[in-house]
């Protein structure tokens, strides 16, 4: 069994229509939390800018919430603006619907794909494994994995998943030898 596996290689663009310009993309920049105290309640934002215009628009991580609900470690990681962080949030689909943004993934991943040879022994059996939640469609990502056209692959290829269907988790799949 052969193993495929979908890498990021950036911070994806956030898809947030400025108000300033209208454009639709934004970016993390250098990935800054800003964190503001208001008595005993605490409000943290990441602060994203737009691609076009640099306007700093802040995305709400939490509102008006306790001091004493924050571990005080990862408070420290707010303030540090730790980098780990900043993707883990930037990530959370609960935090991208209560802000209004979706994630555009083009050119923020790769795939490190073992080639399958003509010497291997068919047919031949890949596990694709997504380290991030990219979500990309099956057939596309296997017929780059593969070097072939979608056609061809489709052919060749089965599995039990809808390969025209945008995934975020791993599967499986089984290429058979070609004609």
């Known amino acids: 069994m ?6 990021r290689t ?3 663009l956030l898809s947030l229509r400025c108000v300033d310009c209208g454009s639709e993309s934004a970016t993390t920049g250098k990935g800054r939390f800003r964190v503001n105290a ?3 309640l605490l409000h943290v934002w990441l602060l994203v800018r737009c691609v076009s215009c640099d306007r700093t628009v802040k ?3 939490y509102e008006r919430a306790p001091v004493r ?11 540090a603006n730790d980098p780990e962080l900043v993707a883990s949030t930037l990530l959370d689909p609960l ?3 209560r802000n209004r943004f979706t994630l555009d993934w083009t050119g923020a991943w790769r795939l490190d794909a073992q080639p399958v040879g003509l010497a291997e022994a068919w047919p031949v059996r890949v596990e694709v494994v997504f380290e991030d939640p990219v979500p990309v469609r099956p057939d596309r990502l296997v017929a780059q ?9 489709l052919r060749r290829v089965k599995c039990d998943i809808p390969l025209r269907r945008p ?6 799949f089984t290429v058979m030898a070609g004609d």
């Open 10 to 12: 950036r911070l994806p």
């Open 2 to 7: 052969l193993s495929w596996v979908v890498r």
């Open 69 to 79: 609900s924050f571990d005080p470690a990862q408070l420290d990681r707010y303030h």
């Open 38 to 40: 208001n008595g005993k």
């Open 95 to 97: 935090i991208a619907r």
């Open 145 to 153: 994995g593969l070097g072939l056209s979608r056609n061809e692959m």
């Open 167 to 172: 995934r975020i988790a791993g599967f499986t």
């Open 59 to 61: 995305i709400a991580v």
